[in-house]
Nanobody
Framework: QVQLAESGGGLVQAGGSLRLSCAAS????????LGWFRQAPGKERESVAA????????YYADSVTGRFTISKDVLKNTVYLQMNSMKPEDTAVYYC????????????????WGQGTQVTVSS
């Protein structure tokens, strides 16, 4: 099993940037696809971005395409979510997850979750 720990959330003004980090520990990092999800108050959790095991495939939700970038540092066992041109509607708790693969609609079969980090974008 792999353990995940997110960091980097906070308060930012609209148009600003934040970078979330997710540090993985436990079983071999390379064997998992990783992704980011978010959940806003009163809404269902949604997939935001995912990156494949080899890092050669990525997925982005339409709402963040062109603004967010997911990347992974194998040596540091860490996946990042760079968020630019942020909007108030990006406000949510962001979760890192490990799963089977990065598919067309996000991370497939997420089975391990981090504790979440709050991101708030003020208008």
């Amino acid at each position: 099993q792999v353990q995940l720990a997110e960091s980097g959330g906070g308060l930012v003004q609209a148009g600003g940037s934040l970078r979330l980090s997710c540090a993985a520990s436990g079983r071999t990092f390379l064997r998992y696809a990783l992704g980011w999800f978010r959940q806003a108050p009163g809404k269902e959790r949604e997939s935001v971005a995912a990156v494949s095991w080899y890092g050669d495939r990525t997925y982005y939700a339409d709402s963040v395409t062109g603004r967010f970038t997911i990347s992974k540092d194998v040596l540091k066992n860490t996946v990042y979510l760079q968020m630019n041109s942020m909007k108030p509607e990006d406000t949510a708790v962001y979760y890192c997850a490990a799963g089977a693969e990065a598919g067309r609609n996000g991370l497939i079969s997420p089975n391990t979750w981090g504790q979440g980090t709050q991101v708030t974008v003020s208008s």
